[in-house]
């Protein structure tokens, strides 16, 4: 509540400042005074340029109006939904019902004849049941029981399928836990999981009732029978039966023979073959990852050595062009020239990707494709900065005078021999890298050679 009063304290005093500060321009005679605020808080805290003030000054005011909304507001708020409650003319509280927990109460006493008032906090539980009801409950319980325990089994005398055992009964309020006698017989959920005899065997099944801490016993008696199973399931257990006789009987022989029929059955024994499916199929699918990432190590090798190739050319490339357009021969004919000359030594040598991608930009020209289109596309199918500036070098050639253009290119094919250096460069520290692996090998090789003789020899 302090923080309520301070925030229109704070609002109180604003008003009281900004009240002589002028408004310019027309505004809505409710917005003035949030106007006059936001350009007294400006003044007292600028930011920013002063072209943005009117943005900065607009936007504290709708602050200022939607707080002065809110703190009117929230009294009526708080009068209407919130506030203290009123305690029932009866003095009453009323207790959750059951499975609701309890609730927590933050009471408060005026006690007549004293100033103070008295803060209670108070943890209401929920209703306890009485002796009566919790009879009634039990009672029904039983009842409830007798009614479920069977499941589809007709009567007690006769249990061959899955019986109910039911963890909570009445609705959840009485509780039950279950004790057999003798153990083993049922599983948790009420199915036969001991071999019984044929003649059955009876099962006393004691019910621990509990309704709060109130506890009833009810206990039950039934006969057991072997599990109904079908022709299947009944052939299966007498075949597991023959075999464990005669496992039993050949106990104290070299060799064990297997039963020759099962009910009337002949039986033909084999011994199942190692089966290679799963491990083979295993093999499968890592000889296809391993092709899929040994294709894409290849694709990424070819990618650098295209890179690579690329940028050892682009000096001749340059060189060539300057070359020949120093001779006399346009740009067209220059390019379309070293295009001709490489496709004609093309069989004696392997691709050059640089003039593979200039053979291409030639096919465009003849096709209908600009000459200044063509030199562009075939710096970017290139890919590498160099030869993008020398598409565009070229095709902005065509626009202007090619004057000085031999020079420019002569430069070019210079700077660019020297990062061919420094390319072949990387490339021996490279090839000397991957040799140092079998250089240790070998050496360990040698040690291993004349070490092993001189520890023989002691």
């Known amino acids: 509540m302090w923080i309520y009063w301070g925030i229109v304290l704070i609002m109180g005093v604003l008003v009281l400042i900004s009240s002589g500060q002028e408004v310019p321009g027309e505004i809505r005679w409710y917005r003035k005074p949030f106007r006059k605020g936001a350009i007294q808080i400006w003044k007292m805290f600028p930011a920013g340029k002063k072209k943005e003030a009117e943005k900065e000054i607009a936007r504290l005011e709708n602050m200022l109006l939607f707080l002065c909304v809110g703190l009117i507001l929230l009294p009526v708020i708080e009068g209407s939904i919130g506030g203290e409650e009123m305690v029932l003319d009866s003095y009453a509280l009323e207790r959750p019902e059951k499975g609701q927990g309890s609730n927590t109460y933050i009471l408060k006493a005026d006690i007549q004849g004293s100033t103070e008032t008295e803060e209670i906090h108070l943890e209401l539980e929920e209703r306890q049941y009485t002796e009566k009801e919790k009879k009634n409950f039990l009672k029904n319980a039983e009842l409830e029981l007798q009614q479920r325990v069977l499941g589809e089994n007709k009567s007690a005398d006769d249990i061959r399928q899955r019986i109910s055992l039911p963890s909570e009964l009445q609705d959840g309020e009485v509780t039950v836990q279950w004790i057999q006698n003798p153990e083993g017989l049922l599983d948790e959920n009420g199915e036969i999981v001991a071999e019984l005899p044929e003649k059955g065997q009876i099962l006393t099944l004691t019910a621990i009732l509990t309704c709060e801490e109130k506890e009833e016993l009810y206990e039950m008696a039934l006969h057991l029978y072997p599990k109904e199973r079908t022709e299947e399931e009944q052939l299966r257990l007498d075949l597991n039966q023959a075999v ?7 106990a104290q022989k070299s060799n064990m023979r297997l ?8 039986v033909i024994w084999s011994l199942p073959g190692s089966s290679v499916m799963g491990a083979g199929l295993l ?7 391993g092709g899929y990432i040994s294709k894409s190590e290849e694709f990424k090798k070819a990618e650098q050595d295209r890179k690579r190739q690329l940028i050892l050319d682009y000096p001749d490339v340059v060189f060539k062009l300057g070359m020949l357009l120093n001779a006399g021969l346009t740009i067209e004919n220059a390019f379309t020239r070293i295009a001709e000359e490489y496709q004609q030594t093309k069989s004696e040598g392997k691709i050059r990707w640089a003039y593979e991608e200039m053979t291409v930009a030639c096919n465009e020209m003849k096709s209908g494709i600009s000459e200044a289109k063509a030199y562009e596309r075939f710096g970017r199918r290139c890919e590498h900065t160099c030869y993008i500036r020398l598409g565009t070098i070229l095709s902005g050639s065509l626009q202007k005078s090619s004057e000085g253009m031999t020079k420019l290119l002569l430069d070019e094919a210079a700077e660019a021999m020297e990062d061919r250096r420094q390319l072949a460069k990387k490339m021996g520290e490279e090839a000397g890298t991957k040799l140092l692996f079998p250089m240790i090998l070998m050496l360990m090789v040698v040690l291993v050679i004349l070490i092993v003789p001189a520890v023989l020899s002691f």
């Open 259 to 266: 039963p020759a029929q099962v009910d009337g059955r002949n």
């Open 283 to 289: 093999l499968v699918v890592l000889l296809a990852a």
């Open 244 to 250: 464990a006789s005669a496992k039993e009987e050949s």
